[in-house]
């Protein structure tokens, strides 16, 4: 496992073999990541009582200025998938196709936050579904809420589907250029392929460090 504290368009990667490229990149400009007065509404508090939401935490800003990912697509890696790349789709090139995390619960309009995310795969694929319930900011369906310490964090659990969707030969290497709070690298760990995380906030960096350090534990 290799771990970066850098900016993921600065690193020389030519050193390290890389099978494939599974991310969730900054692409929301401006993105406030204060949601406190949002998620801690009237209406957010009756869906807490009904979903067990906790009162939502005000997160440290996102650098989130314009990103060239073309960075990613020249590195020659055969196989992608990209989190929120309909948010940039000028900079995809040909030849991938679609998924969508459906993340709805049961009553789908009392979910916080958007009630699908598009994953981009690449080459492509068939055009599929993920099915995760996800509540927005009050967490995932078999997640502790409270192991939430990422605004835009990702279940394990569906980065491990992502994972295995791309159909990956036994130790592959996985890079995260923007790695967050670490849910590719712990799913990588479960999984048991090899993982390159690069992250530039320090603080998040730090965050990812201790969670990819607790699933080394636990498997041996």
């Known amino acids: 496992m290799i ?5 993921a368009t600065k690193v020389d990667y030519s050193q390290y073999q890389i099978d494939a490229i599974v991310s969730d990149p ?4 401006n993105y406030d990541t204060n949601h406190a007065d949002r998620f801690n509404s009237d209406r957010s508090k009756e869906f807490g009582r009904e ?9 440290e800003n996102i650098d989130n ?6 960075f990613i697509f020249n590195m020659g890696v055969k196989k992608i998938a990209l ?18 995390w459906d993340k709805r619960l049961i009553k789908a309009d009392k979910i916080l936050g ?10 492509a694929r068939r055009y599929d579904f993920i099915r995760y319930l996800f509540a927005g900011m009050v967490g995932a369906q078999l997640e502790d809420t409270k192991k939430k310490v990422h605004p835009t964090q990702k279940p394990v659990e569906v980065m491990k589907e992502v994972i295995i969707r791309l159909k990956l030969k036994d130790g592959a290497t ?25 992250e530039k906030n320090n603080n998040y960096f730090k965050v990812a460090k201790k969670r990819l350090w607790r699933p080394l534990i636990e498997l041996c």
Do not use: H
């Open 3 to 7: 771990l970066l504290n850098e900016d």
């Open 26 to 29: 900054p692409y929301l400009i």
């Open 51 to 59: 979903f067990g939401a906790r009162p939502a935490k005000n997160w």
């Open 65 to 70: 200025e314009y990103i060239d990912f073309s």
């Open 83 to 100: 989190f929120g790349a309909n948010n940039f789709t000028n900079q995809l090139p040909d030849g991938g196709s679609w998924c969508v």
């Open 114 to 123: 958007s009630q699908f995310e598009l994953i981009w795969f690449f080459p």
């Open 174 to 198: 996985i890079l995260d250029p923007f790695m967050g709070s670490g849910s590719t690298g712990v799913a990588c760990q479960y999984l048991g392929y090899k993982f390159i995380g690069v």
